[in-house]
């Protein structure tokens, strides 16, 4: 009996000893101070401004390379506002605009005439819209890709002016018009501050507008466009 007492009184000891142990080292484990873990920003402001390249045809009046070159090659920019709903999903919305114009830079003489033949050509393409957005910041928090994708309305307009024998005329586009469009981002950030970043990013838009052409009631022009942009973003 006095063994059995001997052992219970040891382990009650024990049991003690360990529980006082226990709390102790939770209470010491309180005080310490605790690692601070930097907050990602949850709001991004950007705007941007870069070269654009038109993917369809203009209206074809005007045929210098140097005019059709133009045409093609545009400038290209745009502004963007993103909630980010974690550390990689938000949701925000986009304005993204390209400009072109060209003129014929030697008029074409009219053979049966004395007068001339020069014709000018202006592309306005607005795009406004929502996408979903994705994110992923370095352990440095200095580095963030990004990729965005969603869809909008796009307003397309042309603008060409005929000059023959000294009189103007205006041609109005018959595909101007508003539809349906989609696009996407993909580009990097760096952070030279803690809410200041520069960026470079690939901007793709890709659109179909359906006009009349004569007999032809289901024509469709494209008037999708790809830029490289360089940007300035405001992260908070």
Not at 134 to 158: D, E, M, P, Q, W
Request: charged share 15%; with cysteine; glycine share 12%.
């Amino acid at each position: 009996m006095n063994t059995r007492h001997h052992i219970t009184t040891i382990l009650i000891f024990i049991t003690i000893f360990l529980l006082n142990f226990s709390v102790r080292s939770q209470n010491s484990s309180d005080t310490l101070p605790k690692p601070q873990v930097a907050k990602l920003p949850i709001i991004r402001i950007g705007a941007q401004i870069g070269y654009g390249c038109r993917l369809g045809a203009s209206n074809n009046i005007t045929w210098f390379p140097e005019a059709v070159s133009k045409l093609r090659n545009n400038l290209n920019f745009g502004a963007d506002f993103t909630f980010y709903l974690d550390k990689h999903i938000g949701l925000g919305m986009k304005y993204n605009g390209i400009y072109a114009q060209a003129k014929e830079p030697v008029p074409n003489v009219i053979v049966d005439g004395d007068g001339f033949f020069a014709p000018s050509e202006k592309i306005g393409i607005h795009y406004m819209g929502i996408f979903f957005a994705g994110r992923y910041f370095t352990v440095s928090r200095k580095h963030c890709l990004f990729i965005n994708a969603g869809g909008g309305y796009l307003r397309y307009r042309n603008s060409t002016v005929v000059t023959i024998g000294g009189y103007s005329g205006s041609i109005k586009d018959i595909s101007t018009g508003g539809h349906v469009a989609f696009s996407a981002d993909v580009g990097y950030d760096f952070f030279v501050t803690k809410s200041l970043a520069i960026g470079l990013q690939v901007s793709t838009t890709i659109g179909y507008l359906k006009y009349e052409n004569g007999k032809e009631l289901e024509k469709r022009r494209n008037v999708g466009h790809v830029g490289i942009l360089l940007g300035l973003r405001f992260n908070k």
